[in-house]
Every structure is written in structure tokens, then in C-alpha cells.
């Protein structure tokens, strides 16, 4: 079994960066994609980042490119996200998510990013943006 825990959010003012790390425990060499996600109150989880653990190519969603990276140390450990440039609407519960490697191949692309694809995922943790 896989367990996923998120670090490093917090309150920050607007134009201001964090960076979320995630721990994974358990064997990632049986995990295919790892993501990184965000929900805000009354509003539906959206799909940020992901990589693959065999690319090192990310994809982003268009909310965040060019504010938002993913990077990981090796293929084994979880993708960090490094936020810059926070605006007030980045506000949400962010969460790590992976996917095992018994799913079917995920083109690169929109998928990656798609929630109901991903079956670990961590409790998340606030990023919460002042004006």
C-alpha cells in the first residue's frame, strides 16, 4: 500500500512563492504518474502538474504555466512543486495523487491531469493567498 503526505503550505502574500513537497512510503516503483492537484471551497478538484515516472517532461495545466513547476530529486521520490508569482485565487487545499502502474497508459496530455485517473492520494495541505 501507498500512503502520500503533503508538506510546506501556509499562508503567503500575493506575489509571493512556496514550495509543497510530498513523501511517499510504501514502493514507488509500482506507481506510473505522480500529480499534483488543488481543490478551493465550493469548486471542483483541479489537476495542476504531473510527470511520469519514466519522462521527465511535466505537464501543466494553462492556470499555472509559467508560475508553477514540478521537479523530483529521482524517479522514486515524489515531484515537488514550486509555486511562484501566488495570487490571492491560488487559494485551495493542495494534494499529491498517484497512479498505479496496473492503470492503462495515459497519453501525455489533458489526462494526466484528470482526477478520477489517480487512486493514492495525500491529505492535503491549505495554501492560502492574502491580497
Known amino acids: 500500500q501507498v500512503q502520500l503526505v503533503e508538506s510546506g503550505g501556509g499562508s503567503v502574500q500575493a506575489g509571493g512563492s512556496l514550495t509543497l513537497t510530498c513523501v511517499i512510503s510504501?514502493?514507488?516503483?509500482?506507481?506510473?504518474?505522480m500529480g499534483w492537484f488543488r481543490q478551493a471551497p465550493g469548486k471542483e478538484r483541479e489537476g495542476l502538474a504531473a510527470?511520469?515516472?519514466?519522462?521527465?517532461?511535466?505537464y501543466y495545466a494553462d492556470s499555472v504555466k509559467g508560475r508553477f513547476a514540478v521537479a523530483r530529486d529521482n524517479p522514486k521520490t515524489a515531484p515537488f512543486l514550486r509555486m511562484n508569482s501566488l495570487k490571492p485565487e491560488d487559494t485551495a487545499v493542495y494534494y499529491c495523487a498517484a497512479v498505479p502502474r496496473t492503470t492503462v497508459f495515459l497519453p501525455y496530455g489533458e489526462q494526466w491531469l484528470d482526477p478520477h485517473e489517480y487512486n493514492y492520494w495525500g491529505q492535503g495541505t491549505q495554501v492560502t493567498v492574502s491580497s
Open positions: 510504501g514502493d514507488t516503483s509500482t506507481l506510473s504518474y
Open positions: 510527470m511520469s515516472a519514466t519522462s521527465v517532461t511535466p
